[in-house]
């Protein structure tokens, strides 16, 4: 992600001295075009080198599988070697090629988008879960305090965004209240429907969360307005921002697009159909208990006795604990989200020193936001438009 910064703003000498890339170019060439062809061509040998590994890794069930020990958890140095190679040689494809990309990347980012929504539903889903299981009244309490918390944190969010996003002595932001008020809206609603008897997967701690992420979405994306569009009051801010201040917004970027790939590729059990979970369960249970028998269901010491080869026989059937082919397509999925972000979304808008600003990421986040409401309502109302269906 840092490399692609780095390209989009100065890539210029390098794509000039790449004679056929220049010659295929139509128009105007202008210095974003330079930045856009060295992201989307960086982005695409990404791309190509995940995809290349989650179709190797597809099919790895046991932690005995060569491909285990010498492609996912060892042979660094090749793989080194091979993204190296991969990053180079999108440099060498034709423009139209590249073009086509950018588009694909258009819709895997939306994708890589959806995940992030449905991994942080399942997740808060599983907390609340687990801490109303436990026989411990702290756990309700810190549940509630926690609750409590993330309500604050959106009402707090939501106050600094009608400061900062609808300034007073300026003209017209209905836009900015519209995006604003409709998520005080949509989140007090799902909060409300949570609490009816009759939603089994609502409650007050996952609306909770769901609340603060809306109230984040609606900040980030009014905060990517144009900075300067007059009804942007952080966008001065930001125009004067010191070397320190945007590195320290690089960070963050970086830290939340490896955060979601990381949650994301290592929890493939959650877009599995629960049939398939069930079996994959099974085969977990039986796994732990042939820990302690025999593989032909004798007890342990007798297996032992009469070789010895229980521990080593028993690692051969032991099971990965998340999909190696999942968690690489993640990684290709982020790194067409990486390129959106470094180009605003194909469009060029992007301010120098600066990544995701632009009429087109609002959009983005704004659109982001309201499906991650309606994902969470069709979690509570699915159960009951189809009862005879399994939705645990």
Not at 18 to 44: E, F, N
Not at 123 to 148: G, I, P
Not at 215 to 235: A, V
Request: net charge negative; with cysteine; hydrophobic share 50%.
């Amino acid at each position: 992600m840092v490399l692609a910064w780095v390209l989009r703003d100065f890539a210029k000498p390098l794509i000039q001295k790449i004679p056929w890339i220049v010659h295929q170019a139509t128009g105007d060439i202008s210095d974003k075009w330079y930045g856009q062809q060295a992201v989307y061509r960086l982005s695409m040998g990404n791309f190509m080198f995940f995809g290349l590994m989650s179709a190797v890794l597809l099919g790895v069930k046991y932690k005995s599988d060569k491909r285990d020990q010498y492609l996912h958890h060892g042979g660094w140095l090749v793989k080194l070697a091979l993204w190296l190679s991969f990053c180079i040689l999108p440099f060498f494809f034709p423009v139209g090629l590249v073009n086509a990309y950018s588009w694909l990347a258009r819709f895997g980012s939306g994708l890589f988008m959806v995940v992030q929504m449905i991994i942080l539903l399942d997740m808060t889903q599983n907390w609340n879960d687990d801490w109303v299981s436990k026989e411990d009244e702290r756990f309700l309490y810190a549940l509630l305090a926690v609750t409590v918390g993330a309500f604050a944190g959106a009402i707090a969010l939501i106050g600094v965004s009608f400061y900062w996003f609808n300034p007073a002595g300026v003209g017209d932001c209905s836009f900015n209240v519209f995006v604003i008020t409709l998520t005080i809206l949509l989140t007090v609603g799902v909060s409300l429907g949570s609490l009816h008897p009759q939603a089994q997967n609502g409650s007050l701690f996952p609306s909770a969360v769901v609340t603060l992420y809306c109230s984040y979405l609606c900040y980030s994306s009014l905060q990517s307005e144009p900075h300067d569009y007059e009804c942007n009051g952080l966008g001065k801010h930001f125009t004067a921002a010191s070397g320190s201040t945007l590195a320290v917004g690089m960070v963050i970027a970086i830290v939340s697009v490896v955060y979601s790939a990381l949650r994301a590729g290592s929890n493939n059990r959650t877009f599995m159909s629960s049939r398939e979970a069930a079996v994959e369960e099974g085969l977990l249970e039986k796994d732990a208990e042939g820990t302690s028998a025999g593989l032909d269901g004798e007890p342990q010491g007798q297996t032992m006795a009469r070789g010895g080869t229980d521990g080593s026989a028993m690692d051969e059937f032991q099971l990965v604990t998340y999909s190696y082919s999942f968690f690489h397509l993640i990684f290709a999925l982020a790194s067409m989200y990486i390129a959106m972000l470094m180009t605003g979304w194909g469009t060029g808008a992007e301010e120098r020193d600066l990544i995701d600003v632009g009429w087109t990421s609002v959009w983005v986040k704004v659109v982001a936001q309201w499906m991650t409401v309606a994902i969470y309502a069709w979690t509570m109302a699915a159960p009951l438009l189809f009862p005879d269906r399994d939705f645990s």
